[in-house]
């Protein structure tokens, strides 16, 4: 099956502590894209990537980090800096040849 | 101004019944148009795609496209309590990041 996977579903960790969220896909897509959706705020972009070894900041990218060594393979860490960094996560890829954007199933963060 | 405005609802309609939901926009730039449903915890799931104005029509869902109005629609046909989520709206020119509403909680009750 074709598709984007996010791991873990669930993460817990302590202020503090830095924690890198998985996204991997099998699109073939070049372009892959991170958000972070909170409650009454739709998404907000924080990096994204139109090819590999490179990426640019979005809207909210303080406090965040990324790397984009494989076609495949987008994380993101979540820093220490960021002040508010409990929120659901969405990684995405876009289709070059239609700009469709396909999400994959979310990161649910809790840090406490 | 926001560049996309969403109602964020809820919208309640009884099993059966036609959903509108809208979306307006200030930037004539957009060139495509998307609608996602999202249903609670999960990532959202692209619905329908247009590039031009008009409609297009995929099973129960119709997505319309109003460029000189900065107005898009989608509409579901006997609706279902399935259909019971969030739907955003997204649009978009060239490579240039998508721009997301809030989206619209709508529920159908059996």
């Known amino acids: 099956d074709g598709g984007i996977t996010q791991s873990p579903k669930y993460l817990f960790r302590k202020e503090g502590q830095n924690v890198t969220l998985s996204c991997e896909q099998n699109?073939?897509?070049?372009?892959m894209y991170w958000y972070r959706q909170d409650p009454g705020q739709g998404l907000r972009l924080i990096y994204y990537?139109?090819?590999?070894?490179?990426?640019q900041k979005g809207d909210i990218a303080e406090g965040y980090s990324v790397s984009r060594e494989k076609k495949e393979s987008f994380p993101l860490t979540v820093t220490s800096a960021q002040k508010n960094p409990t929120a659901f996560y969405l990684c995405?890829?876009?289709?070059?040849?239609?700009?469709?954007?396909?999400f994959g199933p979310g990161t649910r963060l809790t840090v406490t | 101004q926001k560049e996309v405005e969403q109602d964020p609802g809820p919208l309640s309609v009884p099993e059966g019944a036609i959903v509108s939901l809208n979306c307006t926009y200030s930037?004539?730039?957009?060139?495509?148009f998307m609608w996602y449903r999202q249903y609670s915890r999960k990532g959202p799931e692209l619905l329908m795609y247009?590039?031009?104005?008009g409609n297009k029509e995929d099973g129960r869902f119709t997505a319309q496209v109003d460029k000189s109005s900065k107005y898009i629609s989608l509409f579901i046909r006997d609706s279902q309590p399935s259909d019971s989520a969030t739907y955003l709206c997204a649009m978009g020119r060239g490579f240039q990041k998508l721009v997301f509403g809030t989206g619209t909680r709508l529920l159908v009750s059996p």
């Open positions: 995405a890829s876009v289709n070059r040849d239609s700009y469709e954007q396909y």
């Open positions: 990537s139109q090819i590999v070894n490179d990426f």
């Open positions: 930037n004539s730039a957009f060139q495509y």
């Open positions: 247009t590039y031009s104005s």
């Open positions: 699109l073939n897509h070049d372009a």
